[in-house]
Every structure is written in structure tokens, then in C-alpha cells.
């Protein structure tokens, strides 16, 4: 009898790795940014859906393109930013959502569709986050009252504590909202005037133009004044002392925005599984957990909001005229130009 208990307890231990591999046999593969996949969320929909979920990561929209452009296979979902949507979109490089299974779309902020003129009706892109950068203040050195524009980067107040990200698209986006121009602007004449505003207003204060390192000079007391995004400032900052070292504000009259959509390839190989998470990412209390961990604002999901459990960074009504970076095509070669001159020319 004892033999044959343990020859029965081998045999149930021998079969039990095989019943968990039939159990998960699916699987997804995301290819999404660096750390803009909450593990919770990831380990709850595998235990949902019995699959296994595969993320790769990128840096930037131009390192997830080149890659697919390449011939790189086996993803399901990515998740590009407005202007490489729709560059794809007009490449056939994604396949419609299966809008049977987007029953959570109905808790998507209509702002999102109005904003996204590229796909306004989510048939090949449905938003997963909308953000812009804005404008952070260090009030541990900062005792005086100051400009709640973006012109703020004028005042001599600031003059080499001061820093701008280096990206054209943003910070020119900048100077054509402060001047009352569209953010895509292609007009000649509003073009000079943005160019005009940062090179002889603005750049005389920096310390420097800066996409990298902005957040650590804040956080060391080197930088009293940064554009850039909040998530970066606060990531720098620790959080007990986020309430009295930050001031982040985006301008009334908004700015550059951008927004990240999942999407599905033409060739994904489970297309079926890339339909359900999308549309489960769209679960209030799930998409809630997608805010908590990074403290996003609220925007995307409106529902979301009762489900959030932690502050965000800033409310998600400041963001409500920033207007989004679209592709501008050939007329890039005008903004790379005029770019070049701020930096190194004048």
C-alpha cells in the first residue's frame, strides 16, 4: 500500500508542471515602453485569461518603428505616441480592433477621440495614456511670486537655474502656444516668431537644453525652474518631500501633448488575446491600478477616478487644451532647421 502511495504522489507531482502549461498555453506579446506596464496588471490578466504575457520594452517611438521596419515578428500589441500612429496607420501596419470585444471604450474620456483626429473613432488605435509636459518650480529656492506662463522662461530671475528639454517639437510648441499659434503650426511668419521668443527671451536664462538629466539637477537644488514632464521631476524628488520642493503647473492655455495608444500588428499571432486586454486595460478599477502606480492624472479613463487610491502628480483638467504633437510629414525639415539655428546659431 505505501508503495503504491508514493508511486501515486510521484505521479500526480510528475503531471502537475504539464496541467499548469495546457492551463497557460496562450500567450501575448506586448512591446511597450520601459516601465509603463504595471506588474499587477500584467499578473491579474494571466490569471484571468490562463495565459502568459511576454513584455519588451523600447526607448522611443523611432526605436520601436526601426525594429518593425526591420522584419522583428511574434508582437501582438505595441503602444506608439500620436504622430508614428498615424504613420503607421497609413503604412497598413496595424489590423482593426475588434470593436465587438471594446465594451470598455463607452468609459474612455470623449476629449481622447476629439484630440485624436488621426483615428477618432478607435478603429486601429485606442488610447492608453495622454500626458504633456509642463512646467516644474523648486520651491525650496524659490521665495517669490513668478509668471504662470510659459514665458516664465524669461525672467532673469531664473538666469542659469534654468533648463528646457532638447526637443524641438516641444519646446517650439511652447513658444508658438505662449504667441497664441497652433501647436503644428507651419506658417512661415509663426515659425520666426517662436524662434525669435526662444532665442533671444528664453535660451539667455538656461543653464542648459536638457530631455535627460533635468530631473536630478531639480531634485539637487541646481535647477529652480524646468520644463519637462512631471514624471520625470517627481521620480527624482522623494515623495514625503513632493509637497513642499514641487510646483508643477502646465499653463492655462496648454501646450504640446502626446498620446499612447495600443494597437494591434497586421501579423500579431494572437490577435484574439490582444483584443481582450486591450479592452481589459479599460476596466476602471484596472486602469485605476495603471494611475496608482505612477501617479498619473486621470484623463483617458474618466471612471477610473473612483478606483484611484493615490494623488496624481496633477490634476487631469490641465491638460484639457493641450493639443497634440501630430505628424507634420515634410514640413519636419522646417522645424529640424530652424531648431538647429536656437541651438548652435544664436
Same mark, same amino acid.
Not at 510528475?14 to 512591446?31: D, G, I, Q
Not at 491579474?44 to 526605436?63: G, L, R
Not at 510629414?329 to 532647421?337: F, Q, R, T
Given at each position: ?20 502549461? &495546457?492551463?497557460? %498555453?496562450?500567450?501575448? #506579446?506586448?512591446?511597450?515602453?520601459? @516601465?509603463?506596464? *504595471? ?71 470623449? &476629449?481622447?477621440? %476629439?484630440?485624436?483626429? #488621426?483615428?477618432?473613432?478607435?478603429? @486601429?488605435?485606442? *488610447? ?18 513668478y509668471d504662470r506662463t510659459w514665458n516664465i522662461f524669461a525672467d532673469k530671475r531664473f538666469k542659469k537655474h534654468a533648463t528646457m528639454m532638447d526637443d524641438m517639437r516641444e519646446v517650439m510648441g511652447d513658444a ?23 532665442? &533671444? ?10 530631455a535627460e538629466g533635468f530631473g536630478k539637477s531639480f531634485a539637487n537644488g541646481d535647477v529652480w525652474l524646468a520644463q519637462g514632464y512631471a514624471e520625470v521631476i517627481y521620480g527624482e524628488v522623494p515623495e514625503e ?47 485605476? &491600478? ?57
Amino acid at each position: 500500500m505505501k508503495k503504491i502511495l508514493v508511486l501515486t504522489a510521484a505521479l500526480m507531482l510528475f503531471s502537475l508542471p504539464f496541467v499548469s502549461c &495546457k492551463k497557460k %498555453e496562450r500567450t501575448l #506579446y506586448l512591446y511597450n515602453w520601459t @516601465y509603463y506596464t *504595471p506588474d499587477e496588471v500584467i499578473e491579474d490578466f494571466q490569471e484571468e485569461f490562463n495565459c502568459v504575457v511576454n513584455v519588451d520594452s523600447y526607448a522611443s517611438n523611432e526605436d520601436m518603428y526601426a525594429k518593425l521596419q526591420a522584419g522583428a515578428e511574434g508582437y501582438d500589441i505595441v503602444v506608439p505616441s500620436q504622430d508614428f500612429c498615424s504613420i503607421m496607420i497609413a503604412q497598413g501596419m496595424f489590423q482593426p480592433l475588434d470593436q465587438s470585444k471594446m465594451t470598455n471604450k463607452v468609459h474612455i474620456n470623449p &476629449k481622447v477621440f %476629439e484630440k485624436a483626429t #488621426y483615428d477618432p473613432e478607435m478603429k @486601429y488605435c485606442c *488610447p492608453y495614456y495622454f500626458g504633456a509636459a509642463g512646467i516644474s518650480v523648486n520651491k525650496q529656492k524659490v521665495n517669490f511670486e513668478y509668471d504662470r506662463t510659459w514665458n516664465i522662461f524669461a525672467d532673469k530671475r531664473f538666469k542659469k537655474h534654468a533648463t528646457m528639454m532638447d526637443d524641438m517639437r516641444e519646446v517650439m510648441g511652447d513658444a508658438l502656444t505662449y504667441n497664441g499659434c497652433d501647436v503644428n503650426s507651419l506658417k512661415d511668419s509663426d515659425l520666426a516668431n517662436a524662434k525669435n521668443l526662444i532665442s &533671444k527671451s528664453w535660451k539667455p536664462n538656461l543653464l542648459k537644453f536638457d530631455a535627460e538629466g533635468f530631473g536630478k539637477s531639480f531634485a539637487n537644488g541646481d535647477v529652480w525652474l524646468a520644463q519637462g514632464y512631471a514624471e520625470v521631476i517627481y521620480g527624482e524628488v522623494p515623495e514625503e518631500d513632493w509637497e513642499s520642493t514641487i510646483d508643477f503647473f502646465i499653463p492655462e492655455n496648454g501646450g504640446p501633448a502626446y498620446l499612447d495608444s495600443m494597437c494591434i500588428l497586421k501579423n500579431a499571432p494572437n490577435p484574439e488575446l490582444a483584443n481582450e486586454f486591450i479592452n481589459y486595460i479599460h476596466r476602471p478599477e484596472v486602469y485605476a &491600478k495603471f494611475l496608482d502606480a505612477f501617479h498619473f492624472p486621470c484623463f483617458v479613463n474618466k471612471d477610473a477616478a473612483a478606483f484611484v487610491k493615490t494623488k496624481p502628480m496633477y490634476e487631469a483638467s490641465q491638460m484639457d487644451k493641450c493639443t497634440l504633437k501630430i505628424d507634420l510629414g515634410d514640413g519636419l525639415a522646417k522645424y529640424d532647421s530652424i531648431w538647429q539655428d536656437i541651438r548652435f546659431k544664436e
